[in-house]
């Protein structure tokens, strides 16, 4: 008798382990989930200035506010292709998928030392020049 107890609370215990084990890995892949949705939906969305034409005096008030976002994206060649890093150059914000055989020879010089932009846009005008 003692022996089928034994079994008993052996089962029971390595049952209620995968049932432990089961739900962790379970909450483990909603975060993930959640967290890679989150990341597309950050990488997706873009943050657009929708601010009206001012004067020349309301323009010159505004450009300290400018200041420190003139070296804001930092375009440089990494692996033959071009990827767009935030103001720390650490973080990636754009994977352009642009090789770098693309452009003339002197801008490919430029691109491997790495060119700052002030805006996204910028970004997009300068790779569509050379790329379309």
Same mark, same amino acid.
């Given at each position: 008798m003692k022996k089928y107890r034994f079994c008993l609370l052996l089962f029971l215990?390595? #049952?209620?382990?995968?049932? @432990? ?5 379970? /909450? +483990? ?7 890679q949705e989150n990341e597309i939906m950050s990488s997706e969305t873009a943050v ?11 323009? #010159?008030?505004?450009?300290? @506010? ?5 070296? /804001? +994206? ?42 700052w932009f002030s805006s996204m846009m910028d970004i997009f005008s300068y790779l ?5």
């Amino acid at each position: 008798m003692k022996k089928y107890r034994f079994c008993l609370l052996l089962f029971l215990i390595v #049952s209620l382990v995968c049932i @432990a084990v089961g739900y962790g890995a379970r /909450k +483990y892949s909603e975060r993930q989930k959640e967290s890679q949705e989150n990341e597309i939906m950050s990488s997706e969305t873009a943050v657009e200035n929708h601010l009206a034409e001012s004067s020349s005096e309301e323009e #010159s008030e505004a450009e300290p @506010a400018n200041q420190e976002s003139i070296n /804001k +994206y930092y375009l440089v060649c990494e692996d033959n292709f071009l990827l767009v890093f935030c103001k720390d150059k650490s973080t990636v914000c754009l994977y352009t998928h642009v090789p770098i055989t693309d452009f003339p020879e002197d801008e490919q010089a430029r691109l491997r030392a790495g060119i700052w932009f002030s805006s996204m846009m910028d970004i997009f005008s300068y790779l569509e020049s050379y790329t379309s």
